[in-house]
């Protein structure tokens, strides 16, 4: 939902802290900030929680038995450690190649020819972390950064916003 949040804020400059969105809420926001008070909807005050300590467990494929440990994932050495900051794990993606069209034509033709095995970038929140864990494996990346027909954004009276718009753009 922060994306959301980030984008009504972006396109009608209020924000709204609470879940769901929704219209009258966005509404209720912007009657506040054209009447010259704090644009913002949502819980006067955020509860205090403690948060558990994490609990870690090392899998059998990686020398563990399965059971749950307070000490963090380590590996020594190796091109994925990150040097320099202790043993910290650092998580690569795998090889893949990578085309970044200007058309959403361009774009449809390289998913065609390229098969199954390829994936659209768009911001890539889920599908680069699902690489990077092994749990996603294209072997083609189509970006579509580039695609300008996919970045819209209107604020007539009737917020549009796009596929391809980012929060960065319309500041």
Same mark, same amino acid.
């Given at each position: 939902? /922060?994306?959301?949040?980030?984008?009504?804020?972006?396109?009608?400059?209020?924000?709204?802290?609470?879940?769901? =969105?929704?219209?009258?809420?966005? %509404?209720?926001?912007?009657?506040?900030?054209?009447?010259?008070?704090?644009?913002?909807?949502?819980? +006067?005050?955020? /509860?205090?929680?403690?948060?558990?300590?994490? =609990?870690?467990? %090392?899998?059998?494929?990686?020398?563990?038995?399965?059971?749950?440990?307070?000490?963090?994932?380590?590996?020594?050495? +190796?091109?994925?450690?990150?040097?320099?900051?202790?043993?910290?794990?650092?998580?690569? %993606?795998?090889? @893949?190649? @990578?085309?970044?069209?200007?058309? =959403?034509?361009?774009?449809?033709? =390289?998913?065609?020819?390229?098969?199954?095995?390829?994936?659209?970038?768009?911001?890539?929140?889920?599908?680069?972390?699902?690489?990077?864990?092994?749990?996603?494996?294209?072997?083609?990346?189509?970006?579509?950064?580039?695609?300008?027909?996919?970045?819209? @954004?209107?604020?007539?009276? +009737? %917020?549009?916003?796009?596929?391809?718009?980012?929060?960065?753009?319309?500041?």
């Amino acid at each position: 939902m /922060p994306a959301i949040a980030n984008a009504v804020y972006d396109a009608v400059g209020v924000r709204i802290d609470e879940v769901p =969105i929704t219209p009258s809420k966005v %509404l209720r926001a912007l009657n506040k900030k054209a009447a010259g008070r704090d644009a913002r909807t949502g819980p +006067g005050d955020f /509860p205090e929680i403690e948060w558990p300590q994490a =609990i870690f467990v %090392l899998p059998p494929d990686e020398g563990g038995d399965g059971k749950a440990s307070n000490k963090p994932r380590t590996q020594t050495g +190796g091109e994925d450690a990150h040097h320099g900051q202790g043993d910290l794990i650092m998580m690569r %993606l795998p090889p @893949f190649r @990578f085309y970044s069209p200007a058309s =959403i034509s361009e774009a449809a033709k =390289i998913l065609a020819e390229e098969g199954p095995e390829a994936r659209l970038l768009a911001g890539g929140t889920a599908l680069l972390p699902g690489m990077k864990r092994g749990q996603q494996q294209p072997k083609t990346l189509v970006s579509l950064r580039r695609i300008e027909s996919l970045r819209q @954004f209107s604020n007539g009276s +009737g %917020l549009t916003l796009g596929a391809g718009t980012d929060a960065d753009r319309h500041r």
